[in-house]
């Protein structure tokens, strides 16, 4: 635990980024989550995807963006992405953060850049998923995402298992019809804002298993996508699934680059529509410390090979 919010701290402070950039075995570390730095690296990871009878997402890597420029330039990667997307004719679609198309310049900059990037979604027939941030954007980007949804019906977002807002969160995207991906919250909350425990976190997200999957959701037209590498959660969407005999392409299993593949094709033999997340970019520091985060054994992994670099 307490290491965990020691790398969360540390991943709001990219000067140890650039530090670690410089050590090559970073670099090659980095590599296992991240697919390079080019956009061309992400497509070629999720053109192979593909072939697999996996879907891919990809992400440019980037957040909290401070001037107009860096957030028009985001912009305008995850257009041409669509592009490309369409033209490579991929089973892909973007999933982005606001903070790198601007929201913290303002709503109605993150809301324009954010437009742009739907509009070309739409006009290529593919949906754009918004990524949920710290708690500080919680509100703005559920309100934003139930503010373009009705216009944009290829608009999909995320909620998290550690919030304790989340039950009330998921139950006007119900009403809303949502295309919902359901994580378990991957940045350092206060304890009066998120569950400090795992144990509760994956209890919640037990419950929201059932809640997204329950026939009146359904029914409204919600599309879960549940991010997780959790196996005993995937085997409740699983169970759910087959109960209750929902199709397999009313919902989804979303995992990360470089985590688990072994399970991603298991799930995907079984019959599951499964979803890797491919991201690309130069701005890896606090996507990778996230990562680390979540797993200390990938923290050793790290040290033990920087003790013989
Ligand atoms: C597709 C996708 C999109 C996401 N989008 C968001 C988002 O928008 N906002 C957000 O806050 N979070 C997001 N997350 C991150 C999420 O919140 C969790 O932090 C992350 O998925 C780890 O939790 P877990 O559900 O895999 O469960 P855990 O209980 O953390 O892990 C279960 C098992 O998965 C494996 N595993 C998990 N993480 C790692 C790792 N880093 N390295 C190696 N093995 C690992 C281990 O075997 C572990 O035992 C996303 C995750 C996925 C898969």
Redesign the pocket.
């Known amino acids: 635990m307490i290491l965990r919010a020691l790398l969360l701290a540390l991943s709001t402070r990219p000067r140890i980024g650039e530090w670690m950039n410089r050590l090559p075995v970073t670099r090659g570390f980095v590599r296992r989550f991240v697919a390079g730095t080019a956009a061309d690296d992400a497509l070629a990871v999720i053109a192979d995807l593909n072939a697999r009878g996996l879907q891919g ?1 990809v992400t440019y890597l980037g957040e909290n963006v401070r001037t107009p420029a860096e957030a028009e330039h985001a912009t305008e990667v995850y257009v041409q992405l669509l592009d490309e997307i369409k033209r490579r004719n991929l089973l892909a679609l973007p999933s982005l953060k606001l903070t790198h198309l601007g929201l913290d310049l303002g709503e109605p900059v993150g809301r324009a850049n954010l437009t742009r990037v739907l509009e070309r979604g739409r006009a290529t027939g593919t949906r754009v998923w918004i ?3 710290s708690s500080a954007y919680t509100e703005r980007t559920l309100a934003l995402y139930a503010r373009l949804r009705p216009t944009y019906a290829n608009c999909a977002c ?1 909620v ?1 298992a550690y919030l304790r807002r989340t039950p009330a969160d998921v139950e006007r995207l119900v009403e809303l019809g949502a295309t919902v ?1 359901l ?5 350092r909350e206060p304890r009066e804002i998120a569950y400090p425990d ?1 144990r509760d976190v994956d209890q919640a997200y037990a419950r929201l298993i059932d809640r997204l999957l329950a026939p009146d959701a359904l029914g409204r037209g919600v599309y879960p996508g549940f ?4 196996e005993r959660l995937i085997a409740r969407v699983r169970d759910r699934a087959a109960e209750r005999r929902i199709a397999a392409d009313r919902f989804e299993i ?3 680059y470089g ?2 593949p072994d399970l991603g094709a298991a799930l995907r033999a079984q019959g599951l529509a499964v979803r890797v ?1 491919v991201p690309f970019g130069e701005d890896w520091y606090g996507y990778f410390m ?2 680390l985060a ?2 200390p054994a ?1 923290l050793l992994f790290l040290l033990r090979n920087l003790g013989r670099g």
């Open positions: 997402a990524d949920m941030e995320v998290q991906r994580c378990k919250g991957a940045y795992k991010a997780t590498h959790d979303q995992m990360l985590i688990r997340l996230r990562r979540e797993r990938n």
